[in-house]
């Protein structure tokens, strides 16, 4: 179909009064701040009325599906690859692999796609959609579906499972051993797999990611770069890095978000699913009874890692300009010297010394969320981990995100980032930083 515009209606994950619009064009979808500029446009012509609001068309809508053309086009792709010698058309004869949908719209995955094929689906989860979520929120990153999945892939001996998100642009795994496959882990398996048949190539991250995942990149070869958080920053990063000329396959963020230059760049979480699976058969076929965890058993984790929010006490118009303040006022600190030890990013994105690209474009992205990475180091300058401060792109609050291969080393972050930036800055009068005290307070902790 040649179009110029798609609308696409989602749910995402979250709650049912949330639901929104998503905006794509030949080149790929909006970033935030694109979507706004359209929005701010839309409300002031119409709170205007400098344009007439009709609901007349001058031609009847068609009515496509485009669930079960999509649903062929990725058994069409399993099916090539795989190119099962045996069973071609029902290259999953023989393996179980269980769904958990949610309750959102990746049921078709199940019986369009993985039935089709020959799987076995019996013990898929929650495959009927429902936006009330009665179950669980559909969220690869969440703990009780994830748990939920794990438990039905033991107790089916399945040989994978499945998480989606509502929307079906997110997904999570779990191996033959009960494995949680999300994060860190999810980015790392992808990598493995991509740069197989791309060696040598790019990896863009959201740069929450772990330094063991910088490791587990290079060591194969790959180049490791990190981002700003924002699915779509990711994604447009890898975009510009392919145009100038750095192969750039895969751009994933630590939600589950990740898109692949093969596949127009889109978040596709069934498309990430499709790569996984495919590489699952073909290690049996090659003779290997390890499942797909076996790809990242090498992958470090780090000893401890946390996530803070601090609610922005503000009227809802005014709360963005103050997430904003807080987080340049914490850059300020750091560029001063004021937290002892504390080093912002050295290249704008990330610190890593081997693998990463820094970040040269004449033309940097519109920023959606201000934010800022920091690595911390102790009194003996020695490596105590990393602290990432952001806005909030959907909600009124700023997360802090951090990590340490040192035990209490993210006790120790938080309290001098309450003792040395929060409270003496005077940001504790605009964040709620309830969560930061508590966490500092906790005893015993390394």
């Not at 269980?98 to 039935?115: E, K, M, Q, R």
């Not at 093969?262 to 979480?269: P, R, S, T």
């Amino acid at each position: 179909m040649r179009l110029n515009v798609v609308l696409q209606m989602t749910a995402s994950h979250l709650p049912y009064t949330r639901n929104g619009l998503k905006f794509f064009t030949k080149k790929g979808g909006l970033t935030s701040p694109e979507v706004e500029q359209i929005c701010d446009k839309a409300a002031r012509k119409y709170a205007n009325r400098l344009t007439k609001v009709s609901t007349m068309l001058k031609s009847p809508p068609k009515k496509v599906d485009f669930i079960s053309a999509y649903a062929k086009h990725l058994r069409e792709i399993i099916k090539e690859r795989v190119n099962h010698p045996v069973h071609y058309d029902t290259p999953l004869k023989g393996f179980q692999i269980i769904v958990n949908a949610g309750n959102g719209s990746g049921g078709f995955f199940t019986w369009d796609v993985l039935d089709k094929l020959g799987a076995d689906t019996f013990g898929s989860l929650h495959l009927n959609p429902d936006g009330m979520f009665p179950n669980h929120i559909p969220n690869p990153e969440d703990k009780t579906a994830m748990a939920l999945t794990r438990a039905a892939v033991l107790e089916n001996s399945a040989d994978l499972g499945i998480v989606f998100d509502t929307d079906v642009d997110r997904s999570g795994v779990v191996d033959n051993k009960g494995n949680p496959i999300n994060g860190d882990k999810l980015i790392a398996l992808m990598s493995a797999i991509v740069l197989k048949e791309h060696p040598g190539a790019t990896i863009v991250t959201d740069a929450r990611t772990s330094m063991a995942l910088t490791r587990f990149i290079t060591d194969r070869g790959g180049h490791h770069c990190l981002y700003r958080v924002g699915y779509r920053n990711v994604i447009d990063k890898g975009v510009q890095l392919n145009e100038d000329g750095i192969e750039t396959h895969l751009m994933m963020e630590t939600s589950g978000h990740g898109a692949l230059k093969e596949n127009y760049f889109l978040d596709d979480g069934a498309y990430m699913v499709v790569k996984i699976i495919i590489e699952m058969v073909c290690m049996k076929l090659s003779g290997s009874d390890e499942g797909i965890g076996s790809l990242i058993k090498d992958l470090d984790e780090p000893l401890e890692s946390i996530e803070l929010r601090m609610s922005i006490i503000s009227e809802p118009k005014y709360a963005k300009a103050r997430g904003t303040e807080a987080i340049e006022v914490f850059r300020s600190y750091v560029e001063e010297g004021q937290l002892e030890g504390w080093e912002l990013d050295s290249c704008g994105d990330c610190w890593v010394s081997e693998g990463c690209l820094v970040d040269s474009n004449d033309s940097p992205a519109a920023i959606d969320a201000h934010m800022y990475r920091a690595k911390v180091s102790n009194e003996k300058n020695e490596e105590l981990g990393w602290v990432h401060i952001r806005q909030s792109i959907h909600n009124p609050n700023i997360a802090v995100n951090m990590q340490s291969s040192v035990a209490g080393g993210c006790q120790q972050m938080t309290r001098v980032l309450r003792d040395k930036f929060l409270l003496p800055s005077g940001m504790d009068e605009i964040l709620d930083i309830s969560q930061v005290e508590k966490y500092a307070r906790i005893e015993n902790m390394g």
